[in-house]
């Protein structure tokens, strides 16, 4: 049976009707009683005042079964509250009650009541420090109450004394209770104080120490919660403060240092900017007490500086000695170069003379490149046009633009472009004319070619393949001709191969084959049996089939006459 989406929460909410209707008749029947107590007392039978503390705590105890249907952690804490406030009272009733026969019974009663309460209240209010401090002040109000009641009965002065005496005594253990980390929150309250009265002594005669001061703060306010971890926060601000002492001790020597660089640096290259900036940032970080980014501003500004002063110079000479070695050289592709020269400038006005210096020194040795490549280029044009001048026909005329192409790429100052024409000319005519004399060699025997071709239907393959190659030979296909030719006498000598050793296999299956038949003569075995025919069949088969070039077929054949043999040598022995 499938039970609807919705089943456990109308279960649920049955249940609860239920208990709140009975909720609801004990709070009914809580309330009639009370008014049936107080009854008499309003046609003067009785005095009223006596009845209205049991009809108060009626009135209560109806009240008290609403929390009972949500008991949650609020309806406990509340019922608990209530009867931290209620045992003592009930206990005077008890004490008010003394006496023998009936008045015996009711003290009786009374007093598991009042057990009951307290039970349920020390046990409800025990889980915390915070729950434990509530449960004193309810069972403080509680015991007050119960000692006014106590007092205005009239009782023995030892029965009262008594009586307040266990009811404060059992609640001052809560008043005076201290958490598992009382004591350490008492060595972190002596450990803050002794940190902030040490921070305001450094902070009157040193910078910088705002980082360590937000730490003592952050430990103040996490401390009293986490008394390990604010002990943690106190020593890192502790350690903070004697780091930056220490830098400031420091930062005066790295300040002087840096500034020296600077000035040096200036004095060098008078336009360059970057050293300064970086130093005057530094005197402002120290200025706001950042004694960390000051010393890293300080430290940079030097590294700039130093970098300056080595190169500087170096890069501006190299510089020029690539402008002198362009304007005096004629070379081609110069914009290459001028590009060079561009890039080494870009890089000293960003001030990063060592990687202009770089680029600049790149330059002689660039232009060196391009004056080689255009004597590699003369040399390849020259080879082309022998290589081109040593073709036939319409290979020559086929590739004379080409050359042509190279010749103006020259002339043009593209030397790395004619070089590559040139070279691609000169490879591709070289190997044409290569593969053209090795097809007209190999047409020429052509008729031993031809005689080492199977038989039978076979041959007929490999005359088309031949047939491909003179195809491709007419019209000039010269690589590709060789490359069908090539393909051709490969596969060819991996035919003869395969014959060779399929005619080995077979003459050797004739030879076993004779041997037998003499001895099934002598064994009464007549040319007519049955698988002696077969085996005669198969091997004649074989033979057939390899004279046809069928060299699978033939492979076939001899392995049915070796199985045929094998029976035939069986009926024998």
């Not at 266990?166 to 009382?182: F, Q, R, T, Y």
């Not at 403060?241 to 600077?262: F, Q, T």
């Not at 491909?468 to 296909?477: K, L, R, Y």
């Amino acid at each position: 049976m499938v039970l609807p989406p919705d089943h456990a929460d109308r279960v649920i909410a049955q249940h609860r009707s239920r208990v709140e209707k009975v909720s609801m008749m004990g709070t009914l029947v809580l309330i009639s009683s009370a008014g049936w107590w107080l009854l008499p007392a309003m046609d003067g039978s009785v005095e009223l005042l006596p009845r209205m503390g049991p009809v108060i705590a009626i009135f209560i105890s109806s009240l008290m079964l609403m929390d009972l249907i949500d008991y949650g952690p609020i309806e406990r804490s509340r019922i608990a509250i209530i009867c931290g406030l209620s045992w003592p009272m009930v206990m005077a009733m008890a004490i008010d009650s003394l006496g023998q026969g009936d008045r015996a019974i009711a003290t009786a009663i009374l007093v598991l009541v009042a057990a009951n309460l307290f039970l349920y209240w020390r046990n409800s209010l025990s889980s915390s420090l915070s729950t434990k401090r509530l449960r004193a002040f309810s069972g403080l109000a509680g015991s007050a109450i119960g000692i006014a009641i106590v007092i205005s009965l009239d009782l023995e002065l030892l029965i009262a004394g008594v009586f307040a005496f266990c009811s404060v005594g059992i609640v001052i253990p809560d008043i005076l209770a201290k958490d598992d980390e009382h004591q350490e929150r008492k060595l972190f309250s002596i450990k803050l104080d002794s940190a902030e009265a040490k921070m305001l002594e450094l902070r009157s005669t040193n910078s910088g120490l705002e980082q360590a001061s937000s730490l003592i703060q952050q430990a103040r306010e996490v401390g009293w919660k986490d008394p390990p971890r604010g002990m943690v926060l106190i020593e890192e601000a502790e350690r903070e403060a004697e780091r930056i002492i220490e830098m400031a001790v420091d930062i005066d020597d790295i300040r002087k240092e840096s500034l020296n660089s600077v000035t040096r640096a200036e004095s060098i290259a008078p336009i360059v900017e970057g050293p300064r900036k970086a130093f005057d940032m530094g005197d402002k970080e120290a200025s706001h007490g950042s004694l960390r980014e000051a010393e890293t501003l300080y430290r940079l500004a030097k590294s700039r500086a130093e970098v300056i002063e080595e190169h500087w110079q170096q890069a501006v000479d190299a510089i020029a000695s690539a402008e002198s070695a362009i304007s005096t050289k004629s070379i081609s592709n110069s914009d290459a170069v001028l590009g060079i020269l561009t890039a080494a400038k870009e890089a000293m006005d960003s001030e990063n003379p060592a990687e202009a210096l770089h680029i600049a020194n790149a330059i002689p040795s660039h232009i060196d490149s391009l004056e080689a490549s255009k004597e590699d280029a003369e040399v390849a044009i020259a080879d082309a046009r022998l290589a081109l001048n040593s073709a036939e026909g319409e290979l020559r005329l086929a590739n004379t633009e080409r050359l042509e192409e190279a010749e103006k790429a020259f002339s043009e100052g593209d030397s790395a472009l004619a070089k590559g024409l040139a070279d691609s000319l000169a490879r591709e005519v070289r190997e044409t004319t290569d593969a053209m004399q090795s097809v007209q060699r190999a047409l020429r025997q052509k008729n031993q070619i031809i005689s080492e071709f199977p038989s039978g239907d076979a041959k007929q393959i490999w005359e088309e393949r031949l047939l491909q190659v003179e195809t491709e030979a007419s019209t000039g296909e010269w690589k590709n001709a060789s490359n069908s030719l090539d393909s051709l006498t490969k596969d060819l000598a991996e035919y003869q191969s395969e014959v060779e050793d399929a005619n080995e296999l077979l003459q050797f299956v004739q030879s076993e084959w004779k041997e037998l038949r003499r001895r099934l003569d002598s064994s009464s075995i007549s040319a007519t049996d049955e698988f002696r025919i077969a085996t005669e069949a198969a091997v004649n088969d074989a033979s057939k089939a390899l004279d046809a070039g069928e060299i699978q077929d033939c492979l076939t054949f001899l392995g049915k006459a070796d199985e045929l043999l094998e029976g035939l040598r069986r009926r024998v022995v």
